[in-house]
């Protein structure tokens, strides 16, 4: 089982929850778990930046990234600075 | 030429001696002294005696951080293609460093500039932005940085009198980052195995990793950014999420969160062990470096520290408890 947290945008979506359980062995099978249990949520975490234990999955193997049991994933917007 | 030989040739030209080390010689403009940081050896942060880590200093450029570099840059490469002329106004979203910075330009160069900065900005920068003579415009909080960008393109196509640099989109940024920060850091070092610097526009990691790579091809390329506090990322939807241009995120090799208590212990750890007083995307940047220097055998791990603690002064990261919880409302980066 891994605890995922979600963005205050998605929220909604998650019935007001900041972390939800979710299960997979990779980031690709714990969104399809996320998105099955909360079907609102499809369409809307392609545009989310997605982290494994604070490594963004796109510089690690992306959606095959595999996911311990007990690892933290956060979804985050893109969010600039400077 | 890069911007380092530029500054040396006119200094050689206005009969002054090429600056040292020491920084000895004069200067003809505080503009001529943007960039040529320290590179200091953190010996007694390195989690391994094999590993060596250096921090480069940028908030010893003339305004305080590493953004005196791009502003610099993107103001002269505009004025060298005709796009900028005596007369126009310029325009820049802004968390506060390039504001900064622009400010410090637009004065020596007489332009008048409106910075778009979120209205939870630390109060220093806000104050310093008026110092140096910049209006400014603020944008919701609750939107954070993307929220300016998007205030000011709206502003800029509504107003065509303003120019607008746009740090985001900007080539001369990455590139002031390729022919200085990353050149300098190449000159001055014969071996780097990773390369750590914050994440905001891109613009150093993009262009200092470039370079770095020509030099230490089996470089790592490492990001350090900030996990927001849920006040700073109410957007409207996850496709309100920005990224910059300039920002090719398959060019980093990694890519990772630190959370503010993570951050605090780094600016905390740079005064404590090695008198460091840097602002807070450099305790973040110190964390990573000490994460990925702690994977290596042995290597060269550099750290680009932004800014010094100075702006941030009122936030009480140095010595308040429970700090981490005040910092959720405000943009630091």
Redesign the interface.
Known sequence: MTTVRI????RPETGGA?EVPAQGETVGELLDDLMSRFPSLTG??E???V?VD???V??LDGHETQVRNGATV?L??????? | MGATEDAAARRVMAGQKPKGIAGRGTAPSLLDLVGDTPLVELSRLSPKRSVRLYAKLEGQNPSGSI?DRVAKAMIEAAEAAGDLEPGRELLEP??G??GISLALVAKLKGYPLTCVMPENATEERKRLLRLYGARIVESPGDQ???GA?RAALELAEREPRYFMPF??GNDANPRAHYAGTGAEIAEALDRVDVLVA????G?TLMGAGERLRETYPDLVVAAAE???G?AV????????????PILD??R???????SNEESVAGVRALLDAEGIFAGV?SGAVLHVARRLAAELDDGVVVSVLADGGWKYLSAGFWEAEDVERSMERT?W?
């Open positions: 963005p205050p945008t998605l900041r809307k975490l545009y989310a930046n982290y604070g490594e963004d796109r510089t956060i985050l917007p893109a969010m600039a600075g400077g | 953004k802004t968390s460093n390039t954070g940085s993307n960008v740090q985001y914050g994440l905001g526009t613009g900030p996990l927001p849920d990322m109410g957007l409207r939807s996850l496709e309100d999420g920005y990224v910059p995120v398959s980093l090799d990694r890519k990772v969160l630190v995307s943009i980066w």
